[in-house]
């Protein structure tokens, strides 16, 4: 069966940095296919998109919030997705997801496969 492990999330200070990784168990994803997108949700809150890379070849895409903080990439020998995240605020504080849809990013709608997540918590 298809599933998404999420890792890599943990415990910083304000201004920290953590790299969270999305690797497919089971089976190797073919990235020219599929796009890959992180989101997180804090308690109280709805998801919100964060990041997305594409799987084929269009641009990558974050949210205003993290612009220039965070990072995407994708090492498809491992099967992994990669978000690097710099500069992190008390408001990243989330747990962050990935998911799959087929094609182009599409501004984080219809996506699947979800992995159960990671906590990132920036706390001071």
């Known amino acids: 069966q298809l599933q998404l492990v999420e890792s890599g999330g943990g415990l910083v200070q304000p201004g920290g940095s953590l790299r969270l990784s999305c690797a497919a168990s089971g089976f190797t994803l073919d990235y020219s296919v599929y796009a890959t997108g992180w989101f997180r949700q804090a308690p109280g809150k709805e998801r919100e998109g964060v990041s997305c890379i594409s799987g084929n070849g269009g641009p990558s895409s974050y949210a205003d919030s993290v612009k220039g903080r965070f990072t995407i990439s994708r090492d498809n020998a491992k099967s992994t997705v990669y978000l690097q995240m710099n500069s992190l605020k008390p408001e990243d504080t989330a747990v962050y997801y990935c998911?799959?849809?087929?094609?182009?990013?599409?501004?984080?709608?219809?996506?699947?496969?979800w992995g159960q997540g990671t906590q990132v918590t920036v706390s001071s």
């Open positions: 998911a799959l849809r087929y094609g182009r990013c599409n501004g984080g709608i219809g996506f699947g496969s």
